[in-house]
């Protein structure tokens, strides 16, 4: 079993999960609470998960994390681990679940509001402590097990990005074998969720190339792998690559991201939609790779390069192909948002915290293009 | 001014010096020791340094540092450690100067003789404390600044590599200022330290993605900056580059190395010829690509992409032409080595802890072959 140790301790490979009763007790957690979804229930991976804890039939359970985790889940969350007296966390399922996860280890540790850690207002400064964390993912996408961040839909209807070393897993349990199951779709928009947050870091002009270089290495798996996924489940191999290059997208991330995000980050609000984050990011990636194109030439030849595309090629044509092989969808449009809304997307999408780490300077007036493009 | 923060926190940029005084604030150092050798105090590095830690007049300064450090010399440096009641060292210089600092951080925190950590031995798990030690590399070579490992000749003449996680420094300040003066000579041979680190941690056989990502970034940036740095030292963004790829090259290798520098060690402990271990690496290399031909050949290809070749590429050969280029010697005949001194060599690379993670099986009879390759 692969042992990475860069950001956190991450245990990867077939059969990691049973190292899950170790690291609660390494962790000294005692009573967990589970951050999980109905899905991940219905799939059968919470009894997989409960199967390999000892006296697991007492644990408390969260299964409510919406498919964009909110403010009032995280409470409602939160509300049960208090009531349990727990003292740690497993975040079991998408980077939903584990987002919701995240954000009770926070509540845990710090008490107040969420409000109080946003972190555009120097809020990841008043992070004292967070219970803690084992993160354990059942897509292959997030990457939110070895990541800094959660993002949560606040109840005034802001979609936030919380960022901090400290909200980095104690440990991640890495464990392809949990995604065998996961229907193409879903394998196709959280790939492609992996597939953006390499290439977003990459193109983020904040200096850090060994992060570069694990998002080079992670968007060359992915890229190689996510069809064979889609199209055969129960491909080992490329079930592996998968999970491997999501957790390596959110290492490269600690660079920040761009304005695939901004604009995910704004749509996914949206209450009455319930977009999907990767399928938002996928949808979008090919307008900002147009966008970006001569800001960072060498860049974008080794992106290419680890594409297995020439020099020169054009990636946003890439994208568009690989998204359509794949199953998803054409344009924003296609997923439901229409003109009308854009107005209420530009401003969201200036104010994420990922807009701060474009390559190329995005106001207003340039994300209301953006959008119009991207329908 | 980037700060990297995978294995520890390395403040990376011209002009990082200055973040030294902080930093031993942070640390709890209130006397600390500087580890360095001759050649640092002689370029002036010493003065730089001391020259923005306020009151440094007291300092203990130990620079007596070997070339290929010793343990004498690591019991010596200890001693002054001890009298001077520190409680943190500052190892500046190459990576000699930093694994004595590492050394003496050891003895400092875990008490015996070094020989009692020997790995080979299972001495990893008998490191109870080390002391904080921050880590200034004047080199761009070894890496040691974020390294797990440290490199001592024995009182009995054998070379061993010690390698714990808890001997990665607590922080690491890489400031290529630092090495805008290293003569050509030691710029080549360090440099392609750094080469070997990347492309032998790339080839071990142990899983890990992240740290490969990292070495073929680190390979590329060396692979197209030595030259440069090599023929003219002022040339700032060749020097950053090599500084980096330096780094990274120990942030690759905690997938372990393999027989180059089995072979390096066993020769870098001769005592009359005081061989350098860069340079030893950069011309056992083209020998030990040769012999792993054929064992990855995916690998292969990836490296000759990140060093600008065709995949398919004679890798030994454009080795052999860049160590030409940048005037190394061609063999270890040409540094020194006979023959005769074969037969003494062969079973310190065996006992070598990169033995252990080679690509194809190396026992005695195959490093006997090697090092008349070598030759």
Known sequence: MAILNYLTTTYFDFGAIRMLPKELERLGIHRPLIATDRGVRAAGLLDTVLGVIPGASSIPIFDDTPGNPTEVAALAAF???????????????????????????????????????????????????????????????????????????????????????????SVAICDPELTLGLPAALTAATGMDAVTHCIEAILSPVVNPPAEGIGYDGLRRAWRHIERAVHDGSDREARWNMMMASTEGAMAFVKGLGAVHS??????????????????????????????????????????????????????EAVLARNAAIGLPEGLGAMGVTEEMIPDLVPHAVADLSSRTTPRTVDAEVYRILFHAAL
């Open 263 to 316: 604009m995910s980050h704004a749509a996914g609000r949206l209450p009455g939609l319930r977009l999907h984050h990767g399928t938002l990011n996928a949808v979008i990636l090919p307008t900002i790779l147009r966008f970006n194109a001569g800001t960072a030439p060498d860049k974008y030849d080794r992106l290419a390069e680890a594409m297995g595309l020439p020099a020169g090629a054009d990636l946003a």
């Open 79 to 169: 509300d049960l681990y208090r009531s349990n007296e727990c003292d740690g966390v497993i975040g079991l399922g998408g980077g939903s679940s584990m987002d919701l996860g995240k954000a009770v280890a926070l509540l845990a540790g710090s008490g107040g509001s969420l409000d109080r850690y946003d972190p555009l207002t120097g809020g990841a400064r008043r992070i004292d402590r967070v219970a803690p964390v084992i993160a354990i993912p059942t897509t292959s996408g997030t990457g939110s097990e070895v990541s800094v961040g959660f993002v949560i839909v606040m109840q005034d209807g802001r979609k936030l990005t919380f960022a901090s070393p400290k909200m980095i897993p």
